[in-house]
């Protein structure tokens, strides 16, 4: 499930690229909500905000390296038990592969989602950058608040475990220092029943 949702994603990033690539030129615009929102087709051959502009090169080998990463951790998905931590996964490794494909194919990533937010001209991104910041706040959310939690519950459990063991442990030794006390009265109940009869015997032929 996890590889479809993948694979969807980045079809749906690359083919909205597509689509802003063949209807608008470089550096056009155009105004959905006027002075808020337009769709905007701009090449950016950068980071996020426009940063490392240039450096196609080394952004590829780090995105090979995130990609890398989170494939890795691919392995431990499980949208039953780890929700939060499986859906950052599909989010980030989409993401990755969305704009690796526009960097490795046109050497530039193609952003086309432009907003003005009180004033502010907030950088020009796209869908694959949404799953990016969405999928890396979902990881740190399971790092810091989930996967903590479940390791220290993890910890307790075995805690609680151990203590149970050794108590029962604790149990039947103590049991069988009963048992083996109760022998021994049992012998010594016996041996004197025993030398009571004997006595009476010589005392009843006398």
Known sequence: ???IFIILGILIDQLVKVIIRVNISVGDHISVIK???????????????????GFTVILIIVSLIILGYFIYLYKNIDFKKKIVF????????????????????????????????FGYDFPVFNIADILLVVGFFLFLVDMIFISDNDTKAKENKEVITETKEEFKEETIEENNDVEVSNDEMSDDCE??????????RKWKIR
């Open 35 to 53: 002075g808020f929102f337009n769709i905007a087709h701009v090449e950016n051959t950068g980071a996020a905000w426009g940063g490392f502009s």
């Open 191 to 200: 041996g004197t029943d025993r030398d009571s009869s004997i006595w009476f």
């Open 1 to 3: 499930m996890g590889i």
């Open 86 to 117: 499986s859906i950052s996964l599909v989010l980030v490794i989409g993401g990755t592969i969305g704009n690796l494909i526009d960097r490795l194919f046109f050497r530039s990533v193609t952003d086309f989602l432009d907003f003005n937010i």
